[in-house]
């Protein structure tokens, strides 16, 4: 069975642009999670689709956006990128969402770096 | 507040020796659920254990094990007979709701180093 798949495995953009990142799940799960991990605010949640619809919410602005295709694959969007935004974006997929609470599987991470 | 507290940033101990990695947690939820993860160099996390706060028991698993303590707050990891493979960043999380959302809160993390 395939992982957790995400494209591109690493990115640079300069400020002010937008980016765009992509995450397969494991096959037959249909949430998928997005975090950002930073050295210094470390792992942090952004948000998680299930069945198209967003679920939850971490507190990003709304430069970040997400959504979810009727395949389950998920996009992540970046507007106008900062250089705080350099940052390795994980992506994470379970069964579903809600309780009871399936494990999520994580995907290797897009590496994006803002110059 | 939901809040998880590692407060070993980085240990380092030479092979076969046994390492406990702390977690303390901070919920108002009644029902939660505490995770363990393991980020080697490569960057992938992978899951450890999963466990919900109505289960106190403690876990063993080969080498890994697990002891949660609701009264303490705590959900610590403990390797026994460490090896150079099990060099990696551990992540304790909780998955928890607030404002109204779930999601799950991780700590800063512990850098186990372990020389041959």
């Known amino acids: 069975k395939a992982g957790v798949t995400q494209t591109p495995r690493y990115l640079i953009k300069t400020r002010g642009q937008q980016v765009t990142l992509s995450c397969s799940p494991i096959?037959?799960?249909?949430?998928v999670s997005w975090y950002q991990q930073t050295p210094g605010q470390g792992l942090q949640f952004l948000f998680e689709y299930f069945s198209e619809t967003q679920r939850n919410k971490g507190n990003f602005p709304g430069r970040f956006s997400g959504r979810q295709f009727s395949n389950s694959r998920s996009e992540m969007n970046v507007s106008t990128l900062e250089l705080g935004d350099s940052a390795l974006y994980l992506c994470a997929s379970s069964l579903r969402s809600g309780l009871p609470l399936y494990e999520q599987y994580f995907g290797p991470g897009t590496r994006l770096t803002v110059t | 507040a939901q809040k998880v507290t590692q407060a070993q940033t980085e240990i380092s101990v030479v092979e076969k020796e046994d390492v406990t990695l702390d977690c303390v947690y901070e919920t108002r939820d009644t029902t939660y659920y505490l995770f363990w993860y393991k980020q080697p160099p490569s960057g992938e996390l992978v899951f450890l254990i999963r466990?919900?706060?109505?289960?106190?028991q403690n876990e063993i698993s080969g080498r890994y094990s697990w002891n949660f303590q609701k009264s303490t707050s705590s959900f610590n990891f403990t390797i026994t007979a460490s090896q150079v493979v099990d060099s990696a960043v551990y992540f304790c999380?909780?998955?928890?709701?607030?404002?109204?959302?779930?999601?799950?809160?991780f700590g800063k993390g512990t850098k186990l180093t372990v020389n041959p």
């Open positions: 466990r919900n706060s109505f289960d106190e």
């Open positions: 999380a909780l998955r928890a709701t607030q404002g109204g959302s779930e999601k799950l809160v």
């Open positions: 096959s037959g799960h249909r949430s």
